[in-house]
């Protein structure tokens, strides 16, 4: 081995002819390619898009769908996925809508130390992009129509106790940390957003990417950063105004409070007009 990463750095940083050959056989190695005339190459990718196609279909249709719907105590119709078999890890309740789609790698894992019988709804219409995680402790419920990118992660407990000596022990967290998170509908969750346990999501909000949500958000929101601040309003559908909090009436300054109404305001920089004599 020593002999050989000897030559190695020999061929490498040595002047010798030889050596100076050498490397110019490695760099000619390196950038050899083929041409590649469209009337050969479009019929081999055209070839390769089928062949594709068809397995990817074979595999969501005859295995990762069937093998997610086993996993579901109850599950609607039009349930979709992508060709991933979804990660599902311990013992709970699946409960999954109408026409929900899930487009990528999921994983589901139950604390089943830490409830007696964990619960994930997922509701109609729902869908679920690559890389999205779940851990339920208690209950995590998602609504109808709502929209949740590529590498969100949902967490109704932290997993561990906060106590230091609990920790190291192994012990589940204690019952009060594992707080239910619920995701009312049409809600729009963008990439790698953490919600955090006790949650709540109001509808028609927007979380925006990378965000970390630890309360509640109210309806027709977007909210951003972390921790998770209101940056804006989203006007509501007819018929659910109501849902949306009342903007706070701006108070009048003391100066403004106190002005007698009939004497006008006094413009910055100009000074009160004289009366004549």
């Not at 039009?78 to 809508?97: A, C, D, F, K, S």
Request: aromatic letters at 8%; hydrophobic letters at 40%.
């Amino acid at each position: 081995m020593r002999k050989a990463a000897s030559v190695r750095h020999w061929a490498a940083n040595s002047a010798h002819p030889a050596a100076a050959a050498l490397r110019w056989l490695r760099d000619r190695w390196r950038w050899f390619t083929l041409p590649a005339p469209k009337v050969l190459v479009l019929p081999m990718l055209w070839l390769f898009l089928a062949l594709r196609g068809l397995v990817f279909f074979l595999r969501r249709l005859l295995l990762a769908e069937p093998l997610f719907k086993a996993y579901c105590t109850r599950h609607g119709r039009g349930v979709r996925t992508g060709i991933y078999i979804p990660w599902v890890q311990g013992r709970g309740e699946l409960v999954v809508g109408d026409y929900v789609y899930i487009s990528g790698k999921l994983s589901i894992i139950f604390g089943a130390r830490f409830s007696s019988r964990p619960r994930l709804v997922i509701g109609d219409h729902t869908d679920i992009s690559h890389e999205t995680s779940f851990v339920v402790g208690r209950e995590i419920v998602i609504g109808r129509h709502v929209q949740i990118a590529g590498g969100v992660a949902f967490k109704d407990s932290g997993g561990h106790p906060a106590d230091p000596a609990l920790r190291r022990s192994g012990a589940p967290p204690d019952g009060t940390d594992v707080k239910p998170i619920v995701v009312h509908d049409n809600v729009w969750i963008g990439s790698g957003a953490l919600i955090l346990p006790g949650s709540e999501i109001g509808e028609g909000s927007i979380v925006a990417a990378r965000a970390v949500v630890s309360g509640t958000v109210p309806p027709y929101t977007v909210v951003a950063g972390n921790p998770a601040r209101k940056v804006g309003t989203l006007v509501p559908p007819e018929g659910r105004e109501h849902l949306v909090p009342p903007s706070p009436t701006p108070r009048a300054s003391p100066v403004e409070r106190t002005r007698d109404p009939a004497r006008p305001a006094r413009t910055p920089g100009k000074p009160l007009a004289q009366g004549g004599g």
